[in-house]
């Protein structure tokens, strides 16, 4: 049986990691839309373009997880971007707004984006990396 016909496994790692991902990525959607005007005004007070892109960001990449879940390789690939864009505009928040801790938050992006790549290697015939189309 060639390897596109043959029934695909997901490892159980890969599984809750990816549901977690999705889960947490789903929540901080919610929160961005109905939390940031207290958060913004009560911790950050962050210029006007933060929300839509952070909004957009977070969309982007839960499409990109949920990609990954269905064996699309294009959903790492956009994981990546997503999460490097992310590197970058928690640094222009911890640079230009003097919040230091965003830049721990862009760490956390690209921990995860490791923490996928390698329960993608993970599991012998299982792996996921190779299933991906």
Same mark, same amino acid.
């Given at each position: 049986?060639?390897?596109?016909?043959?029934?695909?496994?997901?490892?159980?790692?890969?599984?809750? #990691?990816?549901? %977690?991902?999705?889960? +947490? /990525?789903?929540?901080? @959607?919610?929160?961005?839309? $109905?939390?940031?005007?207290? &958060?913004?005004?009560? #911790?950050?007070? %962050?210029?006007?373009? +933060? /929300?839509?892109?952070? @909004?957009?960001?977070?969309? $982007?990449?839960?499409?990109? &997880?949920?990609?990954?879940?269905?064996?699309?390789?294009?959903?790492?690939?956009?994981?990546?971007?997503?999460?490097?864009?992310?590197?970058?505009?928690? &640094?222009?928040?911890?640079?230009?707004?003097?919040?230091?801790?965003?830049?721990?938050?862009?760490?956390?992006?690209?921990?995860?984006?490791?923490?996928?790549?390698?329960?993608?290697?993970?599991?012998?015939?299982?792996?996921?990396?190779?299933?991906?189309?």
């Amino acid at each position: 049986m060639s390897h596109r016909h043959r029934r695909k496994e997901r490892h159980g790692c890969l599984s809750v #990691l990816l549901w %977690l991902l999705m889960l +947490v /990525q789903s929540l901080s @959607l919610l929160v961005q839309v $109905f939390y940031y005007q207290s &958060l913004n005004h009560g #911790l950050f007070h %962050l210029a006007p373009w +933060v /929300q839509p892109v952070m @909004l957009a960001l977070i969309a $982007f990449d839960l499409t990109c &997880l949920i990609a990954i879940y269905f064996w699309k390789k294009w959903g790492f690939y956009g994981v990546v971007v997503s999460r490097l864009m992310s590197l970058i505009y928690y &640094l222009i928040i911890a640079l230009h707004w003097g919040n230091p801790h965003t830049l721990g938050l862009g760490l956390y992006q690209v921990a995860g984006l490791i923490v996928i790549y390698i329960a993608l290697q993970m599991g012998g015939s299982n792996k996921g990396w190779d299933q991906l189309e």
